[in-house]
């Protein structure tokens, strides 16, 4: 409800902005608060938890191996699903001992921040292990994941791929379908691997949101309450660049340091 409260807010807004409503619809609403947890008989949305490492580690070897290295490096880096899966070589400082990667695009870009993840020596072994010759390929691409499952089925063959088979395959192939295999994984496509793979092994369900608070958690026993503020990127809009530069300081002893 609350949600759906925030559309319209934004709905008027936008009227005011363009001048087709008057200003006084747009005060009014602003009036308007949302409903309170625990005060309705309104549902409840659960908190989002950490996911247990014996679960995370049940669901990794049912997977395929690019999937299982987009949660592995999460788990690393604290990463949101969106950075990890669009991850390229020509949007990571390796210039340091602790690469620096600086998305493109994030969420909270459009509030003025910046974003930057350091990459310590764990987090890089999983990303040179998947690094494309095109530095502005993206690391993880569901394309290559295809052919190399097309490649083990053909390997796998116990009869030989006589020509007559190779035609009739090529006819059964479609010529144009509907859906190809993108050049990178998508956070959907990502949260339907997690899915099917708990269900292989009879886990409760987890979604990949869940690792970047299981980082979070880790980071904040092992280094503290600030360190787990700036190694998810939780800064204010208002902070001051060197404020920035101490966070990205501090953020880059914990990627080279966590195990």
Known sequence: MNHQCGRVKRIVRWGVESERLPADRWEALRAVRGLSAGRTVAPEPEPVTPVTEEHFRAALPHVRPAVGAILGLMM????????????????????????????????TKYRGKARAVPIGERAKAILRRFTPADP????????????????????????????????????RRKQTPKRRPGRAYTTHGLAVAVTRACAK???????????????????????????????????????????????????????????
């Open 76 to 107: 690393l880096t604290g990463m949101r699903p969106g950075e990890a899966c669009r991850v390229r070589p020509c949007d990571i400082d390796t210039t340091g001992a602790v690469w620096v990667y600086r998305p493109p695009q994030h969420k």
């Open 136 to 171: 502005t390929d993206f690391y993880f691409s569901p394309a290559r994941t295809a052919a190399e499952q097309l490649a083990e089925r053909t390997a796998k063959r116990r009869t030989p791929l006589y020509p007559s088979h190779a035609r009739h395959n090529a006819k």
């Open 201 to 259: 092994v009879a886990v409760p369900p987890w979604h990949p949101n869940q690792i970047r608070h299981t980082h979070a958690t880790e980071v904040r026993r092992r280094f503290g309450l600030e360190a787990a503020q700036v190694v998810p990127g939780h800064e204010r809009a208002d902070v001051t660049q060197v404020y920035a530069e101490k966070n990205l300081a501090l953020a880059a002893k914990v990627a080279a340091e966590i195990e």
